[in-house]
């Protein structure tokens, strides 16, 4: 069974900064995306950012210009440095990849890491 691995997350104020990781326990095959996405509570997952095998970026509307992701789907690692944060950043934020292996798809989420911004 294949892990994902987060860390980095904490309790940091408003206007600082966080960089998160996220590395696969074992190599995966085909990844299609590799990103992250966020659950605060009472609302529902949400994208932050996702990037291809092919190297597409895709963020979330209310991160752009202040995220920014990076990663190898190679070596299946992703990272997210997070900017500027804001207290509406506060949520568990889970690591996620996906992809085809054996001609059947697979879809893995970490454990999730907390991510909590003062005002």
């Known amino acids: 069974q294949v892990q994902l691995v987060e860390s980095g997350g904490g309790l940091v104020q408003a206007g600082e900064s966080l960089r998160l990781s996220c590395a696969a326990s074992?190599?995966?095959?085909?990844?299609?995306?590799m990103g992250w996405y966020r659950q605060a509570p009472g609302k529902q997952r949400e994208l932050v950012a996702t990037f291809t095998s092919g190297g597409t970026t895709n963020y979330g509307d209310s991160v752009k210009g202040r995220f920014t992701i990076s990663g190898d789907s190679a070596r299946n690692t992703v990272y997210l440095q997070m900017n500027s944060l804001k207290p509406e950043d506060t949520a568990v934020y889970y690591c996620?990849?996906?992809?085809?292996?054996?001609?059947?798809?697979?879809?893995?989420w970490g454990q999730g890491t907390q991510v909590t911004v003062s005002s």
């Open positions: 074992r190599i995966l095959f085909k990844v299609n995306t």
């Open positions: 996620n990849a996906n992809g085809l292996a054996v001609g059947l798809p697979y879809n893995y």
